[in-house]
């Protein structure tokens, strides 16, 4: 095994040592550039990178979440190139898969800062409770939000996962008791990227690891700092029934004929236009399906709020918030007002024809 | 899913245009070794158009099913230096698909490090064969 | 985008579209009521022998507004049939696609069948280029510009920007989605504010005043 002089085992050393080939490797790096959209002769030069690299240190926070994030992205069926990016992490601490508990997974997640001051990934699924200096979730004695902070201070940088992390979610949502927020509100003085959807794609997740231990630096991101690469593009514009979209082929309701077409879902809901993820193409389960070939419509988890829009069930055009009681105060009130412009003009006319008539003499 | 109709059925003669990048491609791999790769899965071919480049390129003489973390299916082209890379992943469905112009593509070569792990692998292996056969 | 702490699209549909839809309620029902309300002068005169009821004489005046009088030029020609494609044209539009009916079926719970969204967008075009020619003989015809006021001229801006907003929302183009949807809810809030106000009043009265001039006409006994 060459010798690279470093403190720690590089990547290719460590997974020479567990019978992981470098063909692996490569077969990592073409996946993930094909995932990343880069250009496909790069992956070699990536499994260079990636072999000469040392295992990078992950610490995972959990806060107000319901672990689905972490299912999405251990969920697997058999060994496959999906989950290569756990032999490219050191996962030093996660509530949920570690198997150290009490003091000693406290101790670790301190050892893994000191060990790996400024190098470390920092990731966090699930929103920061804010209200009461953040009372309402607290673990190990302390809040969500004093463990943000302090882990977050010696981070290279932050990740996101899941619409809560990202964007509050639905403990965010109203009337959000806890007074929870994104972690890019706690956390201004770092990158902080958002893989947003409830759970998030695992590819989204795990490619943008990947990228992070490849590149030395993080993808390019979109305006909510969601990696291009997977948020670039709107469910609607790579959906397969953009065709009948386009041709006005609507199911009615979820049991119709249009329905059993497999026709587009729009009036029954689908979020699909303004949402931005890569469920149609990279789909789920391994690339079975998605939502919308289930045959239901995109609920919008990857977009911010995506709880308090209005209904999952309510076309995305319909989604105006109707208040009757003002319009009717409108109608009222313009009612009243054309009346007294009336008899403003009756009572002009009345004095002006009285004043036109002699004197004493009325109409 | 049985409902991919109207995008799945036609031909969009995006292969025209490929096979016309491949013969670039190839050309350049003859006259000056440049070795190229094109990534299919970023492409919006449909289903019948990678029908229809499959039997444009046609199958050569070698095909190899390498079992790397999960299956890849690897073979050339009727047109040597041509080579079409299939990588699986979970559920075996397709997690990367290449077309790779080279004489070789680099998945099928052992590399260097794992040559020089295998040596030594193989070395303690013999001695530990041959200490249990002097014990 | 962020108005307030809420997305563009939020703003639009929310608040925006809103008080809109309430400037607009109050600005037609003022309007209506104190022009219905005004009171009349009695015509003292007597009608002409052998004229048409008044009913009749009013169906008349509509249904004679709705062309050109034989004998006008080809240009009067032009702006009458150039009117109708825009109206018909806006008509399609509004009536004919998915979105807007889904919109309308919100607010008035009534729904019906709609058009593909390629026929739409062609509607969409020709209705586009027809305002553009309107506008360019406004501005062109000598006597017509004389009449125009800013009053024109605004009431042909808030009815033009929500065709061009709506097209770059269904093509997608210049901006995502999203802010493009927001920027075509916004058009609508505009027009809607503007509608009672300006000249685009005429969609209530333009029956009311054609009904009124032609039963004037068929009592003094003009022939057409």
């Known amino acids: ?363 | ?135 | 985008m962020t108005v307030m702490g809420m997305s563009l699209l939020d703003f639009a549909r929310g608040p925006a579209i809103n008080t809109a839809m309430a400037v607009f309620v109050l600005g037609v029902l003022w309007r209506l009521v104190s022009l219905l309300g005004l009171p009349r002068s009695v015509d003292r005169s007597r009608p002409k022998a052998g004229v048409p009821s008044a009913p009749m004489a009013a169906l008349a005046g509509i249904w004679r507004h709705m062309g050109t009088p034989r004998g006008f030029g080809p240009m009067s020609m032009f702006q009458v049939f150039n009117g109708w494609i825009f109206h018909v044209g806006l008509a399609v539009i509004v009536f004919g696609f998915a979105q807007h009916m889904l919109f309308l079926k919100g607010l008035f719970g009534l729904s019906w069948p709609v058009l593909p969204t390629s026929v739409i967008t062609l509607a969409a075009y020709v209705t586009l280029a027809s305002l553009v020619a309107a506008l360019v003989r406004r501005m062109t015809h000598p006597v017509l510009r004389l009449l125009s006021t800013g009053n024109d001229y605004v009431s042909w801006l808030v009815t033009v920007l929500p065709v061009v907003t709506g097209l770059l929302a269904v093509s997608h183009l210049g901006a995502r989605y999203e802010t493009l949807l927001a920027l075509h809810i916004l058009s609508i809030a505009l027009l809607l504010v503007w509608f009672p106000f300006g000249k685009l009043m005429h969609a209530f009265l333009v029956f009311i005043t054609r009904a009124e001039t032609g039963m004037t006409y068929a009592r003094r006994g003009v022939k057409t």
């Open chain 2, 1 to 135: 899913m049985a409902h991919d109709a109207g995008t799945g059925a036609a031909l969009t003669g995006m292969v025209d245009s490929l096979m016309q990048e491949v013969a670039r491609a190839l050309t350049a791999l003859a006259e000056t070794g440049t070795r190229a790769a094109i990534d299919l899965r970023s492409l919006p071919l449909t289903p019948a158009d990678r029908d229809q480049l499959a039997a444009r390129l046609g199958r050569g003489e070698v095909a190899a099913t390498l079992d790397v973390g999960g299956r890849t299916e690897v073979w050339e082209t009727a047109y040597a230096g041509v080579w079409w890379q299939r990588h699986l992943g979970a559920g075996d469905h397709v997690a990367g698909e290449t077309l790779e112009i080279t004489p070789l593509p680099d998945i099928l070569q052992s590399h260097a490090d794992d040559i020089a792990a295998a040596a030594l692998r193989l070395a303690r292996d013999l001695h530990d064969t041959k200490e249990t056969a002097d014990a």
């Open chain 1, 1 to 363: 095994m060459p010798d690279t002089g470093q403190d720690r085992p590089t990547l290719g050393d460590s997974l020479a040592a567990r019978g992981i080939s470098r063909r692996s490797l490569l077969k990592y790096a073409g996946y993930l550039a094909g995932l990343m959209a880069l250009p496909p002769m790069a992956s070699r030069a990536m499994a260079e990178a990636l072999a000469g690299a040392g295992r990078q240190s992950v610490i995972w926070l959990s806060f107000q979440e319901c672990t689905g994030c972490v299912e999405s992205l251990t969920r697997s069926f058999s060994p496959t190139i999906e989950d290569m990016i756990f032999n490219l992490i050191s996962l030093d601490y996660s509530e949920t898969l570690m198997a150290a508990s009490g003091t000693a997974a406290e101790e670790a997640r301190l050892a893994a800062m000191e060990a790996n001051k400024g190098k470390f990934i920092l990731v966090v699924d699930g929103s920061v409770s804010t209200r009461d200096d953040g009372i309402y979730s607290t673990n190990a004695g302390k809040t969500n939000l004093a463990v943000l902070k302090e882990t977050a201070a010696e981070a290279a940088a932050v990740i996101s996962v899941g619409t809560c992390a990202a964007f509050g979610g639905i403990p965010a949502a109203r009337p959000n008791p806890t007074g929870a927020v994104p972690v890019s509100e706690i956390v201004t003085d770092k990158p902080v990227v958002n893989i947003s959807g409830c759970p998030p794609i695992p590819d989204a997740i795990a490619g943008t690891i990947a990228y992070f231990i490849t590149f030395g630096k993080l993808p390019e991101l979109d305006h909510l700092n969601r990696p291009r690469a997977f948020f670039g593009d709107s469910i609607h514009d790579r959906c397969y029934r953009r065709p009948y979209y386009d041709k006005g082929l609507f199911a009615k309701s979820f049991d119709d004929e249009g329905a059993r077409n497999g026709w587009c879902l729009y009036e029954v809901g689908c979020k699909g236009p303004v949402t931005y993820n890569a469920c149609a193409t990279l789909k789920w389960n391994g690339g079975v399906s998605f939502p919308i070939q289930s045959g239901h419509g995109c609920l919008g988890c990857s977009e911010p709020g995506f709880w308090d829009q209005g209904g999952f069930y309510k076309p995305l055009s319909a989604s105006v918030m109707g208040n009757n009681a003002v319009l009717g105060g409108a109608a009222a009130a313009g009612l009243v007002a054309g009346a007294a412009s009336v008899a403003m003009a009756r009572r002009r006319r009345a004095a002006a024809m009285a004043a036109a008539s002699k004197p004493g003499e009325t109409k």
